[in-house]
């Protein structure tokens, strides 16, 4: 049986930042990974010749962890050009600019932009927040009441549910505001309203646009992080599925498999051949959700045998490379989100948002005539369908006002994302705060990824470095013993 120094199971950006944490501190990590790229959901590949990102493409500016790795991995990191828009069913559909604001949550209720979504009736209703006070809403866990309560339903379902809803994919409700937007109730208490407070957050965060990414494609984030990890002197073992995890005296064991395809080739890995067994005195699930937990059950002290994950939204996107010289000026910016069906109205646009890549990335395809539009379809708790190049491109046409052919076509993909990411929900941010502590009385082992440290690579990375180093404080028994 091998002794490592440290183990990390899962090669998504959670794990590759663990690693690379340990890595950097001398203590060589094996990281195992089932599949045979590392990454997760930061993904890209060349369509119609041109490499895109597939999966996520950009980060949050709130937090500097995920641009100080990047200068650190010698990536340049870019923010996006163009405007955001927001499409509404109403009124036969219309388009206007996105509001400055967090989450949709408006920092001037005087923009245009928010009076031209907004009934009178709903306008007034929102002004009340003004002058209401700290109080109402300071206690309220989930965006929806939140902003319900202080702004009024009309803000919720125009502005904050397409807007917080696009960017995580589950309905304001089910969203705990401190992890999706953290220090927004303490700031509403301090200014007395969700607008100023809103307006308080913007003018303290990085000047300009509110995301990042890397030139080149987010994707290429993992395979830097890959390779810096080799570098100092860590292995990367893709196509190895761990089936069992178990304390063994001082330190914890490890036992992995060949990985082999499952009959369904959208489903994980499953193990094949004879087992490996390695012990580590420093280990971290990395997995998603559901994998993590089904290790974590093996072990009584946690106790999480009765944790069911929040059903995540099924989500699909359409990627389509079109010969369009006629989309260089960007009709609509960087692309739209658009709201849900609202008081009746005729259902026009099926997708629930649209990224121009190639004009909020211009770099890819920049003056070629070649464009890249990222059609994304499924909300939570509604079935997503099967959406198909010809309806992403009818939406296109109808979002971006130019009428697209299917001749214009270079090169397309469909990506599906079943089941994806539970929801950051009150009682799951709950149910992570216990495990935490357990976590503590545990040695030896941590946890991360976006499950359980918040949604994006803002949250995921600080945490991921954070627990990694917290478990490189204290030699365990076997790692001492080796150092006499």
Not at 363 to 375: C, E, F, K, P, S
Request: charged share 20%.
């Amino acid at each position: 049986m091998t002794h490592v120094e440290s183990i990390v199971i899962g090669g998504g950006i959670g794990g590759l930042q663990a690693a690379h944490t340990f890595a950097k501190l001398g203590l060589a990590p094996l990281l195992l990974e089932a599949r045979g790229t590392c990454g997760g959901l930061v993904f890209g590949a060349p369509i119609g010749g041109v490499w895109v990102d597939l999966g996520a493409e950009s980060f949050a500016k709130r937090s500097r962890a995920v641009a100080s790795l990047c200068a650190e991995l010698g990536l340049e990191v870019v923010d996006p050009s163009g405007v955001s828009w927001l499409w509404s069913h109403r009124d036969g559909g219309f388009a206007t600019r996105i509001p400055h604001g967090v989450l949709g949550i408006p920092t001037d209720l005087d923009d245009p932009f928010v009076t031209a979504l907004l009934s009178p009736d709903g306008l007034a209703r929102a002004r009340e927040d003004l002058t209401m006070g700290a109080e109402p809403g300071a206690d309220a866990a989930d965006l929806a009441t939140l902003v319900e309560c202080r702004l009024g339903a009309e803000v919720l379902t125009r502005l904050v549910d397409p807007i917080a809803g696009g960017v995580h994919s589950a309905h304001p409700s089910t969203l705990a505001v401190d992890v999706v937007s953290p220090g927004l109730r303490e700031a509403m208490v301090r200014e007395g309203s969700l607008v100023r407070a809103a307006a308080a957050l913007r003018a303290a965060a990085p000047a300009g646009a509110v995301v990042s990414s890397v030139s080149g494609g987010l994707f290429t984030l993992p395979r830097a992080l890959v390779a810096r990890i080799r570098e100092l002197g860590g292995e990367v073992a893709n196509r190895r599925v761990v089936t069992a995890i178990a304390r063994a005296g001082g330190a914890w064991s490890v036992t992995h498999h060949e990985a082999g395809r499952a009959a369904d080739p959208a489903d994980p890995p499953v193990p094949v051949g004879d087992p490996v067994t390695v012990t580590t005195g420093r280990l971290v699930v990395a997995l998603d959700g559901r994998a993590a937990l089904d290790l974590l059950r093996t072990i009584p002290e946690l106790a999480v045998d009765d944790w069911e994950l929040p059903r995540g939204a099924d989500l699909t996107q359409v990627c389509l490379v079109m010969n369009a010289p006629e989309l260089d000026a960007g009709p609509r910016g960087s692309g739209l989100l658009v709201t849900p069906d609202a008081e009746g109205a005729a259902t026009r646009v099926a997708c629930k948002a649209l990224t121009h890549y190639s004009i909020k990335w211009p770099a890819t395809v920049a003056g070629t005539g070649t464009h890249v539009l990222r059609v994304s379809f499924g909300r939570a708790g509604i079935p997503t369908g099967d959406p198909t190049p010809a309806g992403a491109l009818a939406d296109a046409s109808i979002l971006l006002g130019v009428e697209l052919s299917a001749d214009q076509i270079a090169g397309h993909a469909i990506v599906r994302f079943p089941n994806s990411l539970p929801p950051q929900t009150p009682a799951h941010r709950a149910r992570i705060a216990l495990l935490t502590r357990r976590l503590t009385e545990m040695p030896g082992l941590a946890v991360t990824g976006a499950w359980f440290a918040g949604t994006g690579l803002a949250a995921v990375i600080p945490h991921a470095q954070s627990v990694a180093r917290g478990l490189a404080a204290p030699a365990s028994a076997p790692d001492q013993e080796r150092s006499r």
